[in-house]
């Protein structure tokens, strides 16, 4: 008896060694969050919530299939519980919301920062806390799809695609509320994301009753996907490809915004985001290749990712553009202390505005290759042609307007805009103003009597304007507009690449501002 009782001992022992193992290499955030998420009421009471709406379903459709054979009974309890589990998400997104606002409070910070934990475990054990929480909701609901199954009207694919989509769904949700937390650096700010995330969420799950109580689309997809559709495999990748950069996305966002101000902020945005567009021109050729014979398919498809290159890369230039020239010590020792194999990408991709203009001059001018290249595919074709120009057309428009905004707010304006968050907003006033302006001007003197070949050249000073009436080849002043704006936005390319060609290493301490609490604000 005393020799089972010393073997049980043992045994019990081993296991706790093996807990306390597990426990200190696991994730420090993870182990924290999962212990008070489940101690918290609120897990309790939607766990509790949900398995008593899944325990009414079932009861009224039990009671439904012993009146009639209907074969619609078992599918009426999986929209239910589907339904049900998309409830679940927005919950699960909005207490990771809260979650990362309370881990972003300034004590919080500290007790982080003594740890030596930066963004990125941070992120990833708020995460990993989600999908162990998510994985328990989904046991929960095992039983009842069990049930739906063994009722009929619904086949185990379509049990297998929700129990794939929905947590896929809810990692999804969540990065976008560790996002939205992320950018709030006051309370006031925080509540307003706060409330934005809750609605956006809620009106998605609103609307997907649409999708669970009409499953007709789903049978369709799911016997394509059975049936080897082209069509539908290539849907399924691009949802797949679109979560994975979605995902992406807001994770590198997030961890930029949670880093510190004298860190490194910018290379992984930057090369995230030429890697999103690089993933965009393979999909783009892959469709326009794939859906007609020939080049014309393929050459209108390079023909609009092009002008959605060049947007693309002009939202990189308002972001790397406008940071600060002088890099921090930390800053400098990611550029000067890399290595050998990722050198190559620092000279683009490092922090600095300097980095940042040749970042967004590379990504502008392939998109505008891609534009070139779809007019030789287009063999002449005339809205391939209107593509390319169209793109070269923007891109002059985007040079001319990062060369202003940067004059300004580095000259005149120094001591105003001193912040990157200020520059960054007065370039998009300065992008509205030159968008609108001319629009308005054209507007109010239209009834005045004015030339109007005259008042039409104001409309080419909008960006947006601009481009549309010489994609369009109506105006008497096309082939003018487009030499006048071709040569000064190629002088402000100049411009650009002169200053980003200048790589020297500037370092300044970044010192805390008198308003900061928080180093990560900013």
């Keep these: 008896m005393n020799k089972t009782s010393d073997i049980g001992h043992r045994t019990s022992d081993s296991h706790g060694r093996f807990a306390t193992w597990l426990s200190d290499r696991a994730n420090p955030m993870l182990v924290r969050c999962i212990r008070q998420e489940l101690r918290s009421k609120t897990f309790l009471g939607v766990f509790t919530l949900l398995l008593v709406v899944c325990t009414i379903a079932a009861i009224a459709s039990a009671g439904a299939s012993s009146d009639s054979v209907n074969s619609q009974v078992g599918r009426n309890l999986f929209s239910v519980l589907g339904w049900s589990w998309s409830l679940v998400v927005v919950i699960q997104a909005m207490s990771t919301f809260q979650a990362v606002i309370r881990e972003r409070n300034d004590d919080t910070w500290d007790l982080l920062d003594l740890t030596g934990m930066g963004p990125r ?122 979560w994975l950069a979605f995902v992406a996305l807001m994770l590198v966002l997030s961890g930029a915004l949670m880093t510190h101000r004298a860190g490194d902020r910018s290379s992984a945005p930057r090369l995230l985001w030429a890697a999103l567009w690089l993933n965009g021109l393979l999909w783009f050729i892959g469709i326009g290749a794939y859906s007609r014979p020939g080049y014309a398919m393929l050459a209108e498809g390079l023909g609009v990712f092009a002008i959605m290159g060049v947007v693309w890369a002009g939202i990189l230039g308002l972001f790397s553009v406008s940071e600060d020239v002088a890099l921090s010590p930390r800053q400098a020792r990611t550029i000067t202390e890399a290595p050998r194999w990722r050198r190559w990408v620092t000279a683009l991709h490092g922090p600095g505005a300097s980095r940042g203009r040749l970042a967004f001059l590379v990504l502008m001018v392939a998109s505008v290759l891609v534009g070139l290249a779809a007019a030789f595919l287009g063999d002449g074709r005339d809205f391939s042609n209107k593509a390319c120009i169209g793109a070269a057309i923007l891109g002059g428009y985007l040079c001319v307007w990062l060369v202003i905004g940067d004059y300004l707010y580095r000259g005149p304006a120094r001591s105003w805009l001193d912040t990157t968050a200020l520059r960054r907003g007065f370039l998009l006033v300065l992008l509205a103003a030159l968008n609108l302006a001319p629009l308005l001007i054209v507007a109010f003197e239209a009834g005045s009597g004015a030339r109007e070949s005259v008042l039409s050249l104001f409309s080419y000073i909008s960006p947006i304007t601009g481009m549309i009436e010489v994609m369009s080849g109506n105006s008497p002043h096309r082939e003018m507009v487009l030499i006048v704006v071709l040569l000064i936005g190629l002088a402000c390319f100049g411009v650009l690449l002169m200053q980003g060609l200048r790589l020297r290493i500037a370092t300044q301490r970044i010192a805390a501002r008198q308003d900061e609490h928080n180093p990560r604000e900013g």
């Design 121 to 242: 475990p941070v992120l990833r054990g708020l995460l990993l806390a989600n999908l162990v929480q998510g994985q328990l909701y989904t046991a929960a609901l095992a039983p009842f799809l069990v049930m739906a199954y063994l009722l009929r009207g619904i086949d185990l694919l379509t049990i297998v695609f929700a129990l794939v989509a929905v947590p896929l769904a809810s990692i999804a949700a969540s990065t976008l509320a560790v996002f939205f937390a992320s950018v709030g650096n006051n309370k006031p700010a925080r509540a307003f994301f706060g409330g934005l995330l809750g609605l956006g969420l809620a009106g998605t799950w609103l609307a997907s009753v649409a999708l669970w109580f009409e499953l007709r689309w789903l049978d369709w997809f799911l016997g394509g996907l059975l049936s080897n559709n082209l069509d539908a495999w290539l849907v399924l990748g691009g949802w797949f490809n679109a």
